[in-house]
């Protein structure tokens, strides 16, 4: 029997109606952060939960009780009186809700592989609302496009960091779990989920079957094509073009090979050799090779 704290219970009901406001559809968690109802076809056949999504009229479907509606989150957690957090669900409208989540449980830093990868593939992510976790680690909140599904993933774009996307949750702010409190970063509250950067949506999403005569990246065999995007480069890009190329350069086979020519193109934008070659070792670590 699960222990009942009323306290938590109504604290987490009080944060869930105040997500609904923004229209964020949630469902009541466990101290396990588990979905607190559990399914009611948890006797009947194998097939059968994965099946109905609600459909049936009974709560305990997961991430498909989610709902806004004020009255319906009251009977979620009249249901599970011993939830002491909740859940939002991603991918819903209107905000299509993608979460990055930054985990501290790998060896990685994850803060920094996120960092590397907005410069690989120049990208931002803009001010938004962020959780913080009870282990240290972080959810960024970002908006999705309505006519794309982003899928859930773990340690795809870099150990450590794992996104909610539809048919996944997050864990609420106020939540209260066996190891803490999940609470929002000073300054972020009052914010919208931000758009997804289009460079790291592009990330996020399955690949798309390349349609015949679309030109690629700028790349050749050779790494010309590369060469010159970093010669292009202008004041206050060139390190961020130069990794791009690198990672590209090593993603091609061709790393080695274009290390001189890219120091040389480097240094003609301006960079010293040592930044250069800083630069294009952290592009090789990064691609998992070795500068």
């Known amino acids: 029997m699960a222990t009942i704290d009323r306290r938590a219970t109504t604290l987490a009901l009080a944060h869930a109606l105040s997500a609904a406001e923004r229209g964020l559809a949630v469902i009541p968690l466990s101290r396990t952060k588990l979905p607190a109802l559990r399914s009611p076809h948890r006797a009947g056949p194998p097939a059968e ?31 599970a009186p011993w939830a002491t957090g909740y859940g939002i669900a991603c991918g819903l409208p209107p905000h299509h809700l993608v979460g990055v989540d930054l985990d501290t449980k790998s060896e ?25 976790t009870p282990s240290g680690g972080r959810h960024l909140w970002l908006t999705g496009p309505s006519d794309s599904v982003v899928p859930n993933s773990a340690g795809r774009l870099a150990p450590g960091i794992d996104i909610r996307g539809a048919g996944g949750y997050l864990v609420g702010p106020g939540s209260r779990t066996r190891h803490g409190v999940y609470t929002t970063a000073p300054g972020t509250s009052h914010l919208a989920p931000a758009p997804c950067p289009p460079a790291l949506l592009r990330l996020l999403l399955p690949p798309r079957r390349p349609t015949p005569g679309t030109p690629d990246a700028p790349n050749t065999p050779d ?34 090979a274009l290390l001189g020519p890219l120091l040389e193109a480097a240094q003609a934008t301006g960079l010293t050799e040592r930044e250069a070659r800083t630069t294009i070792a952290s592009a090789a670590r990064m691609t998992g090779h070795r500068p």
């Open 49 to 79: 939960p994965l099946s109905c999504h609600g459909e049936c009229g009974r709560f305990g479907h997961g991430v498909h009780d989610a709902s806004t509606d004020p009255a319906r989150i009251r009977e979620l957690f009249a249901a």
């Open 108 to 132: 990685t830093d994850s803060s920094a592989a996120l960092r590397e990868l907005a410069l690989r593939h120049l990208f931002t992510i803009p001010p938004t609302v962020v959780v913080l």
């Open 223 to 256: 790494g010309r094509g590369l060469i010159h995007f970093v010669l292009a480069a202008h004041e206050g890009q060139r390190n961020t073009r130069l990794f791009w190329a690198a990672c590209r350069a090593y993603e091609n086979g061709i790393g080695p």
